[in-house]
């Protein structure tokens, strides 16, 4: 089992920055790849950036170059930095991990980013 435990959400000017972090808890941290999704309201949930075990990451082409992934396995968080957001990154972003072998895949309860001004 892992517990994902999101923060950093708020609301923030279009230009602005914030960083999420998400905590997790339970089993071998380094075993996980972890991403970050969003959901916005009335769209489905997508992803929005991921890194691997191995520390390889991918980004959804709308956030490239204004996003960034990183993890770290000292202290079992996962971080996405946000520059340069705009009023269509509003959504909610969920945490989520996927065990590397068995695929199980867990979900933070989310936390919400709003950018307006």
């Known amino acids: 089992q892992v517990q994902l435990v999101e923060s950093g959400g708020g609301l923030v000017q279009p230009g602005g920055s914030l960083r999420l972090s998400c905590a997790a808890s339970g089993n071998i941290f380094s075993m996980y790849d972890m991403g970050w999704y969003r959901q916005a309201p009335g769209k489905q949930r997508e992803l929005v950036a991921r890194i691997t075990s191995a520390r390889s990451t991918n980004y959804a082409d709308s956030v490239k170059g204004r996003f960034t992934i990183s993890r770290d396995n000292d202290r079992n968080t996962t971080d996405l930095q946000m520059n340069s957001l705009k009023p269509e990154d509003t959504a909610v972003y969920y945490c989520?991990?996927?065990?590397?072998?068995?695929?199980?895949?867990?979900w933070g309860q989310g936390t919400q980013v709003t950018v307006s001004s």
């Open positions: 989520n991990a996927v065990h590397i072998v068995w695929r199980r895949t867990y």
